[in-house]
C-alpha cells in the first residue's frame, strides 16, 4: 500500500529512479493543491498535508476513507463515476467540476484532474489532483446573478436604453426602446433609426449632429433632456427626451436612454397655448388691467391700460400705484382693502394720464393670495370719461327740457286756463241781466280755449313720448307732418326716399327731432313753408323764414342743444346752417348704421 508518495519511486522515462525523492515529497506535501491517490474501488491510499487541511482533516484521518465519501450528496455518483472512468481508459487525463464536504460540513467547490497510473507493486491506480475555486465559484454566481439582476432590469425599465459601439451601432436596446421606436429588436440591432425624421422641440427638423448621442461623442461628456420629436407617420409624432452618456466599458462606446414624453410634450403645447392665449387676451382686453404687489408697486399692465394713460410699458411698470391717481390718498385706501382681503367692485375715482388730463374710472379688484401670502392685487379699471361726460350734458339737456315744459306749461296751457276763467267769472256776474244769445257765445268761447288747451296737452305729451312709435317711419313721418300742419297752418312739404328705413329706435329720435326743427322754425322764424325731405342718411328740415342767425357751429337755445343730443345718442351729427334765400336748413347726418351707440 502507498502511504506517502512512494509511487514516484518508479522509474522515470529513461527507466532511471528520480534523483533525491525527499524533494519530490516536499513538494507533494506543500503544494497549494489537493493530491489524492486512490485504489480501484476509489479508497484513499495517500492525499497530501495541504489537501487534508483544506478539508479540515488530518492525512491518516483519510488514509482508508473512500473518495465518494467526501463529495457532497448530489456529486457522489458523479465523483464515482470518474474513478471508474480513469480505471478504464489508463492514461487519459479527465477534468471535473465537483463539490466536497469539510469535516465540519462546510461544502466547497473543487476543479480536479484525474487519470489512472501504475504503482510501484505495477497495480492501477487513480491520481486526483484539486484545487478549491469555492470563491472563483461564488464570485462567478455573483456576477451572473447580478447580470441577471441587470438585465432583469433592463429588460423591464420603463425608459428606453441602448448600448452603442465606437461606430454608432446597437448592439443592445430594451423593450421599452422597441416600444418608443416601433421598430422590433432586431430592426433596432440592425440599426434602421436612420428611416426616420426627426424635429426640435419646436417642430422644425434636427439634424444628426445635434442627436444628443452625436454630441455626447464629440464633446465627451454627457448631454442629458435633449427633447427630440420621432416623425413615425406624417399623423403621429413620438415625442422624446434623450440622454446620451459616453463610457468605456470593453466595446461599450454610449449608453443611450429615450423617455417617451409624448403625452407630457403635448400637455405642455397646450399650456404654452393657453398661456399665450391668456396673456393675448390679458393684453388686448377692453378693460384696464393692472397687478400690483403688497407694497403697491405696478407688477403687470396690459395695452388697454397703457393707452388710456398715454404711457409706454417701460414707464409704467415698478412705479407705486399712487402716482397715477387724482387723489393718492385713494390709491392708500384701496392698498388697505386689499390687505384686509375685501373685494373692490365698481369703485368710481379719477387717474391722471401722462399729459396731465383727468380721466374718470370705475374700478374692481380682489387679490389672488397662495399660501396665506399676498401674491398681487388684479385691477380692473373702465374709463367712463365719456360716459360722465354724456351724464353732465343729458343733466343740462333735461335740465333746459323741463325749463321748456315749465315754459310751455306757464305760457301756454296757464294762458288759456286763465282766459277761461276770466270768461266764466265775468259769465257768472252777468248771467242775471245778460241776454242768454251773449251767455252762449261766451260759453262757446270758453269751450274753444278748452278745445285748444287740449290741443296743446296732447302736444306736449307727444314732445315728451320718446320711445314710442305705432307704424312705420314714413308713416309715422307723414303724420307729424299733417299734425304740424294743421297746427301751425303753415304747408309742410314732406319727401321720403323709398329705401330709407332707419332703426326704430333711430327713429323715434329722428321724429323728435324733426318735430323740434319745425317747432323752433315757427317760434323763431316766422316761415311761410317748411320742407321735411329724408335721403341717403340724412335727413333735413328747411324753412322759408328769417335768417338763421350764425354758423353751423353755433350753439343757440334749449332747443338746438335737445336735437343735438339726440343726434349724439344714436351716433349721428347735426348741422344747422342758413337756407339760400332765406330762412334756416337743419340737417341731420346718420352714420352707417344709425342704431349705433354715441361716438
Given at each position: 500500500?502507498?502511504?506517502?508518495?512512494?509511487?514516484?519511486?518508479?522509474?522515470?522515462?529513461?527507466?532511471?529512479?528520480?534523483?533525491?525523492p525527499?524533494?519530490y515529497?516536499?513538494?507533494f506535501?506543500?503544494?497549494?493543491?489537493?493530491y489524492?491517490?486512490?485504489?480501484?474501488?476509489?479508497?484513499?491510499?495517500?492525499?497530501?498535508?495541504?489537501?487534508?487541511?483544506?478539508?479540515?482533516?488530518?492525512?491518516?484521518?483519510?488514509?482508508?476513507?473512500?473518495?465518494?465519501?467526501?463529495?457532497?450528496?448530489?456529486?457522489k455518483?458523479?465523483?464515482?463515476?470518474?474513478?471508474?472512468?480513469?480505471?478504464?481508459?489508463?492514461?487519459h487525463?479527465?477534468?471535473s467540476?465537483?463539490?466536497?464536504?469539510?469535516?465540519?460540513?462546510?461544502?466547497?467547490?473543487?476543479?480536479?484532474?484525474?487519470?489512472a497510473v501504475?504503482?510501484?507493486?505495477?497495480?492501477?491506480?487513480?491520481?486526483?489532483?484539486?484545487?478549491?475555486i469555492?470563491?472563483?465559484?461564488?464570485?462567478?454566481q455573483?456576477?451572473?446573478?447580478?447580470?441577471?439582476?441587470?438585465?432583469?432590469?433592463?429588460?423591464?425599465?420603463?425608459?428606453?436604453?441602448?448600448?452603442?459601439?465606437a461606430?454608432?451601432?446597437?448592439v443592445?436596446?430594451n423593450?421599452?426602446?422597441?416600444?418608443?421606436?416601433?421598430?422590433?429588436?432586431?430592426?433596432?440591432?440592425?440599426?434602421?433609426?436612420g428611416?426616420?425624421?426627426?424635429?426640435?422641440?419646436?417642430?422644425s427638423?434636427?439634424p444628426?449632429?445635434?442627436?444628443?448621442?452625436?454630441?455626447?461623442?464629440?464633446?465627451?461628456?454627457?448631454?442629458?433632456d435633449?427633447?427630440?420629436?420621432?416623425?413615425?407617420?406624417?399623423?403621429?409624432?413620438?415625442?422624446?427626451?434623450?440622454?446620451?452618456?459616453?463610457?468605456r466599458?470593453g466595446?461599450?462606446n454610449?449608453?443611450?436612454?429615450?423617455q417617451?414624453?409624448?403625452?407630457?410634450?403635448?400637455?405642455?403645447?397646450e399650456?404654452?397655448?393657453?398661456?399665450?392665449?391668456?396673456?393675448?387676451?390679458f393684453?388686448?382686453?377692453?378693460?384696464?388691467?393692472?397687478?400690483?404687489?403688497?407694497?403697491?408697486?405696478?407688477?403687470?399692465?396690459?395695452?388697454t391700460?397703457?393707452?388710456?394713460?398715454?404711457?409706454?410699458?417701460g414707464?409704467?411698470?415698478?412705479?407705486?400705484l399712487?402716482?397715477f391717481?387724482?387723489?393718492?390718498?385713494?390709491?392708500?385706501?384701496?392698498?388697505?382693502?386689499f390687505?384686509?382681503?375685501?373685494?373692490v367692485?365698481?369703485?368710481?375715482?379719477?387717474?391722471k394720464?401722462?399729459?396731465?388730463?383727468v380721466v374718470?374710472?370705475?374700478?374692481?379688484?380682489?387679490?389672488?393670495?397662495?399660501?396665506?401670502?399676498f401674491?398681487?392685487?388684479?385691477?380692473?379699471?373702465r374709463?367712463?370719461?365719456?360716459?360722465?361726460?354724456?351724464?353732465?350734458?343729458?343733466?343740462?339737456?333735461r335740465r333746459?327740457?323741463?325749463?321748456?315744459?315749465?315754459?310751455?306749461?306757464?305760457?301756454g296751457?296757464?294762458?288759456?286756463?286763465?282766459?277761461?276763467?276770466y270768461?266764466?267769472?265775468?259769465?257768472?256776474?252777468?248771467?242775471?241781466?245778460?241776454?242768454?244769445?251773449?251767455?252762449?257765445?261766451?260759453?262757446?268761447?270758453?269751450?274753444?280755449?278748452?278745445q285748444?288747451?287740449?290741443?296743446?296737452?296732447?302736444?306736449?305729451?307727444?314732445?315728451?313720448?320718446?320711445t314710442?312709435?305705432?307704424?312705420?317711419?314714413?308713416?309715422?313721418?307723414?303724420?307729424?307732418?299733417?299734425?304740424?300742419?294743421?297746427?301751425?297752418?303753415?304747408?309742410?312739404?314732406?319727401?321720403?326716399?323709398?329705401?330709407?328705413?332707419p332703426?326704430?329706435?333711430?327713429?323715434?329720435?329722428?321724429?323728435?327731432?324733426?318735430?323740434?326743427?319745425?317747432t323752433?322754425?315757427?317760434?323763431?322764424?316766422?316761415?311761410?313753408?317748411?320742407?321735411?325731405?329724408?335721403?341717403?342718411?340724412?335727413?333735413?328740415?328747411e324753412?322759408?323764414?328769417?335768417?338763421?342767425?350764425g354758423?353751423e357751429?353755433?350753439?343757440?337755445?334749449?332747443?338746438?342743444?335737445?336735437?343735438?343730443?339726440r343726434a349724439?345718442?344714436?351716433?349721428?351729427?347735426?348741422l344747422?346752417?342758413k337756407?339760400?334765400?332765406?330762412?334756416?336748413?337743419?340737417?341731420i347726418?346718420?352714420?352707417?348704421?344709425p342704431?349705433?351707440?354715441?361716438?
Amino acid at each position: 500500500m502507498l502511504t506517502s508518495p512512494d509511487f514516484m519511486q518508479k522509474t522515470d522515462s529513461q527507466g532511471e529512479p528520480p534523483q533525491n525523492p525527499d524533494r519530490y515529497r516536499e513538494i507533494f506535501n506543500n503544494s497549494p493543491v489537493m493530491y489524492f491517490t486512490l485504489r480501484d474501488d476509489g479508497i484513499i491510499l495517500a492525499v497530501n498535508e495541504f489537501g487534508a487541511q483544506q478539508l479540515e482533516y488530518e492525512p491518516a484521518e483519510l488514509i482508508g476513507k473512500s473518495i465518494v465519501d467526501l463529495f457532497h450528496e448530489p456529486d457522489k455518483a458523479s465523483g464515482l463515476g470518474v474513478v471508474q472512468t480513469c480505471l478504464a481508459t489508463p492514461g487519459h487525463v479527465f477534468h471535473s467540476q465537483l463539490r466536497k464536504r469539510k469535516k465540519k460540513g462546510e461544502i466547497i467547490w473543487t476543479k480536479g484532474t484525474a487519470w489512472a497510473v501504475k504503482d510501484t507493486d505495477g497495480r492501477i491506480v487513480v491520481l486526483e489532483i484539486c484545487q478549491d475555486i469555492t470563491s472563483q465559484i461564488r464570485s462567478q454566481q455573483a456576477l451572473h446573478d447580478s447580470e441577471e439582476k441587470f438585465r432583469t432590469v433592463f429588460e423591464m425599465l420603463p425608459v428606453g436604453v441602448a448600448i452603442l459601439d465606437a461606430f454608432g451601432k446597437i448592439v443592445d436596446a430594451n423593450p421599452a426602446l422597441s416600444k418608443i421606436w416601433r421598430y422590433s429588436h432586431e430592426e433596432l440591432l440592425n440599426n434602421q433609426l436612420g428611416d426616420r425624421q426627426y424635429l426640435r422641440s419646436d417642430g422644425s427638423p434636427l439634424p444628426p449632429w445635434e442627436f444628443a448621442s452625436s454630441r455626447a461623442r464629440a464633446e465627451d461628456r454627457i448631454v442629458s433632456d435633449v427633447e427630440t420629436g420621432i416623425v413615425l407617420d406624417e399623423n403621429e409624432i413620438v415625442w422624446t427626451r434623450v440622454t446620451a452618456m459616453p463610457t468605456r466599458l470593453g466595446s461599450i462606446n454610449m449608453v443611450v436612454a429615450t423617455q417617451d414624453i409624448t403625452d407630457q410634450h403635448h400637455t405642455t403645447e397646450e399650456l404654452r397655448r393657453r398661456e399665450q392665449e391668456l396673456g393675448d387676451f390679458f393684453d388686448k382686453a377692453p378693460l384696464g388691467c393692472l397687478w400690483v404687489d403688497a407694497d403697491g408697486r405696478i407688477l403687470k399692465v396690459n395695452e388697454t391700460e397703457l393707452a388710456t394713460l398715454g404711457y409706454s410699458r417701460g414707464e409704467f411698470l415698478g412705479r407705486h400705484l399712487s402716482e397715477f391717481y387724482a387723489e393718492p390718498e385713494v390709491a392708500t385706501s384701496l392698498m388697505e382693502r386689499f390687505l384686509k382681503r375685501e373685494d373692490v367692485r365698481d369703485f368710481e375715482t379719477r387717474i391722471k394720464r401722462k399729459d396731465g388730463s383727468v380721466v374718470h374710472v370705475l374700478i374692481s379688484s380682489n387679490v389672488f393670495w397662495k399660501d396665506n401670502q399676498f401674491i398681487h392685487s388684479r385691477l380692473f379699471t373702465r374709463d367712463i370719461t365719456k360716459q360722465k361726460q354724456a351724464e353732465e350734458e343729458l343733466k343740462l339737456v333735461r335740465r333746459a327740457e323741463n325749463e321748456r315744459i315749465g315754459r310751455e306749461l306757464h305760457d301756454g296751457l296757464g294762458g288759456h286756463i286763465t282766459g277761461i276763467r276770466y270768461l266764466l267769472d265775468s259769465a257768472i256776474r252777468k248771467v242775471d241781466g245778460t241776454p242768454l244769445s251773449e251767455t252762449m257765445h261766451v260759453m262757446r268761447h270758453c269751450s274753444e280755449l278748452l278745445q285748444e288747451s287740449l290741443v296743446f296737452i296732447r302736444q306736449l305729451a307727444r314732445g315728451l313720448e320718446t320711445t314710442s312709435m305705432h307704424g312705420d317711419f314714413t308713416t309715422e313721418l307723414n303724420s307729424l307732418r299733417d299734425g304740424m300742419e294743421a297746427t301751425f297752418m303753415i304747408p309742410c312739404h314732406l319727401t321720403v326716399d323709398p329705401k330709407f328705413h332707419p332703426a326704430r329706435d333711430a327713429a323715434v329720435e329722428i321724429l323728435q327731432i324733426v318735430r323740434e326743427s319745425v317747432t323752433n322754425a315757427v317760434r323763431h322764424g316766422d316761415p311761410g313753408q317748411i320742407w321735411i325731405s329724408a335721403h341717403g342718411k340724412a335727413i333735413t328740415i328747411e324753412n322759408d323764414g328769417r335768417d338763421f342767425p350764425g354758423d353751423e357751429n353755433i350753439t343757440l337755445g334749449i332747443g338746438l342743444n335737445s336735437m343735438r343730443q339726440r343726434a349724439r345718442s344714436i351716433g349721428g351729427q347735426l348741422l344747422v346752417s342758413k337756407r339760400q334765400g332765406g330762412g334756416a336748413v337743419c340737417t341731420i347726418i346718420l352714420p352707417d348704421e344709425p342704431n349705433a351707440a354715441p361716438v
